[in-house]
């Protein structure tokens, strides 16, 4: 059967990985979180002290880059992969309200893109891959057979985030869930290097109204099509 790449981009908490991790397995290809990598770049940065509320080094970060190393790790209680940073699993941290707020800014770093941006093109060598974050069909994979584009309203975004923290235990306010989405989505939309941005050639998919299930099998048809050689 032909194996091909599947590129979702999208707003943040637009629920792209849950799509995104529902086809892989389905297909039975690889899934990858590139936002995952970014928080993972982040969360070193803040560990080691390069960036906070009043000061930011990512001159000292980028001399450090070298020395990350990132792994997706199997999780064989929840059947997906965790991201592991040089050798420890990071996979809740990652996802804390702390990390969600220096993210953007880490990721308009020339050199974190470079080298994340390499890493995430060797993955596909092989295709059978579906890839989420917000430059997989524009930069990461131009050539990529299926294209998806997701968006949703701001507050129903913010919403699916909180449950999400919620359910995860952690401690935050709607507000701030809020304000983290909106923030993050005009950094992401209005930085200089491979802003979040429509590919021409995407599908655009508001699922601002739409249940997972529905959602999943519009997204499959499309791929089935594609890999079946009707489109
Ligand atoms: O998908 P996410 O919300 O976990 O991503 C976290 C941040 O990482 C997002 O706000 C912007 C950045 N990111 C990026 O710049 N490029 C990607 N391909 C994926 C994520």
Do not use: C
Not at 45 to 71: D, S, V, Y
Not at 104 to 126: F, I, N
Not at 168 to 177: I, K, L, Q, T
């Amino acid at each position: 059967m032909r194996k091909i790449i599947i590129a979702i981009d999208g707003y943040s908490s637009t629920g792209k990985s849950t799509i995104a991790k529902r086809l892989a397995s389905k297909l039975g290809y690889l899934y990858v979180d590139t936002g995952a990598m970014y928080r993972a770049v982040t969360l070193f940065a803040l560990r080691n002290g390069f960036i906070g509320t009043e000061h930011e080094n990512f001159g000292a970060l980028i001399k450090l880059l070298p020395k990350i190393k990132l792994e997706f790790v199997l999780n064989t209680k929840t059947g997906h992969s965790d991201m592991w940073l040089n050798g420890e699993n990071v996979e809740q941290e990652i996802r804390s309200m702390q990390v969600s707020t220096y993210v953007s800014q880490v990721s308009t770093v020339e050199q974190v893109r470079h080298m994340l941006v390499a890493l995430q093109k060797r993955m596909g060598k092989t295709k059978g891959l579906v890839m989420d974050g917000r430059d997989i069909g524009t930069v990461v994979f131009p050539e990529a057979e299926l294209k998806i584009f997701m968006s949703a309203s701001p507050e129903t975004r913010a919403h699916r985030r909180y449950k999400e923290l919620l359910d995860r235990g952690m401690n935050v306010s709607f507000d701030a869930v809020l304000e983290n989405v909106q923030k993050r989505d005009e950094i992401d939309s209005t930085r200089e290097l491979s802003p979040l941005k429509k590919a021409e050639d995407a599908i655009p998919f508001d699922n601002s109204d739409m249940g997972l299930d529905e959602q999943f099998e519009r997204i499959y048809n499309y791929a089935l099509r594609i890999i079946e050689g009707k489109k």
